[in-house]
Structures are given as structure tokens and as C-alpha cells.
């Protein structure tokens, strides 16, 4: 019924720069908040960083200044750009989104299958 498509992931250099995006299809009515969520090998997935319909945005600690993610609300798109990458950014990237689903009338909340993110020299 919707279905949530990553993109954009790959190898990035430290201090170098990666743009990820997230694409939502299918039978959307509205699309509420949306997100950008990481997971190290061994590690339990984390927020990093999450918008709401109107814009507003808020990021972890360990992303602020350097990621920013926005949305385009007429494509049913979130996207993140990523700066100044680390090390630690490595991860794999899934983005979630609540969606309200015209055959089910009802919100549901959707992630999508993930983008690895390697950054190394």
C-alpha cells in the first residue's frame, strides 16, 4: 500500500559530503512527521534527526550543525544532507515516516529498507 524508498547512500570521505533521500508511494493521503533514523553494525538504531509537516526540525547531539534534513511535502520526499562526515557516521540510514493511508483510513507508521553510509579514507 505505501512503501518508503531510500537512496543516495555510499562511500563518503571524512569531511566530505553525502545527500540522502527518501521517497514515499502509494496510497497517501497526508504525510505527518518524517525522519531520518541510523544504525551501527552492533549498535541499536538512533534517531538522528526528524521534521514535522510544517518544517520544524530537531537533530541529535551528535549530528547538529553538520546534517540537515528537509522535506518536500508536494513529492512525499525527506532528505538529508549530511556534512562534515566522521567515522562514526557509518551506519545504515533508514528513514520512517507516519503516513494516513487512503485504503485503510487510518495513520500507520512506514520505514524504509535502509541505505548504507561508509565513511572512510
Known amino acids: 500500500q505505501v512503501r518508503l524508498v531510500e537512496s543516495g547512500g555510499g562511500l563518503a570521505r571524512p569531511g566530505g559530503s553525502l545527500r540522502l533521500s527518501c521517497a514515499a508511494s502509494?496510497?497517501?493521503?497526508?504525510?505527518?512527521?518524517m525522519a531520518w533514523y541510523r544504525q551501527a553494525p552492533g549498535e541499536q538504531r538512533e534517531l538522528v534527526a526528524r521534521?514535522?509537516?510544517?518544517?520544524?526540525?530537531d537533530y541529535a547531539d551528535t549530528v547538529k550543525g553538520r546534517f540537515t534534513i528537509s522535506r518536500d511535502n508536494a513529492e512525499n520526499r525527506v532528505s538529508l544532507q549530511m556534512n562534515s562526515l566522521k567515522p562514526e557516521d557509518k551506519a545504515v540510514y533508514y528513514c520512517?515516516?507516519?503516513?494516513?493511508?487512503?485504503?485503510?483510513?487510518?495513520?500507520?507508521?512506514?520505514w524504509g529498507q535502509g541505505t548504507q553510509l561508509a565513511v572512510s579514507v
Open positions: 520512517k515516516a507516519r503516513i494516513f493511508v487512503r485504503t485503510i483510513i487510518d495513520w500507520n507508521t512506514y
Open positions: 502509494g496510497s497517501i493521503f497526508d504525510i505527518g512527521a
Open positions: 521534521i514535522t509537516t510544517g518544517g520544524s526540525a
